[in-house]
């Protein structure tokens, strides 16, 4: 089976940073993308960023120039650098990754339990 374990969310004031870190584990031959998602109360879970194992990268219009994600690929690891935070990017925040445990599957969805990140005001 595969793990992702979330860390590094917290309180923050506006126009502060986090940065925010998920590994994963298990059985893994390989990483197809790795990245991140948010739910806000009421709202619906939207797309923060992913990367892929190519290294092409997206992120919603909301929060470019803003955050960053990053990989290292030797640990499994995707972290989203969150810079000039505002009160509306608080959100429980999810990993979310694309991973083969076998050499034969195309990939599955896991996702990590959340970490809430809140931007005071």
């Known amino acids: 089976q595969v793990q992702l374990v979330e860390s590094g969310g917290g309180l923050v004031q506006a126009g502060g940073s986090l940065r925010l870190a998920c590994v994963a584990s298990?059985?893994?031959?390989?990483?197809?993308?790795m990245g991140w998602y948010r739910q806000a109360p009421g709202k619906q879970l939207e797309l923060v960023a992913l990367?892929?194992?190519?290294?092409?990268?997206d992120y919603a219009d909301s929060v470019k120039g803003r955050f960053t994600i990053s990989k290292d690929n030797a640990k499994n690891t995707v972290y989203l650098q969150m810079n000039s935070l505002k009160p509306e990017d608080t959100a429980v925040y999810y990993c979310?990754?694309?991973?083969?445990?076998?050499?034969?599957?195309?990939?599955?969805?896991?996702w990590g339990q959340g970490t809430q990140v809140t931007v005071s005001s």
């Open positions: 979310n990754a694309d991973i083969r445990t076998r050499i034969w599957n195309t990939g599955n969805d896991y």
């Open positions: 298990g059985s893994i031959f390989s990483i197809n993308a």
């Open positions: 990367e892929t194992s190519g290294g092409t990268t």
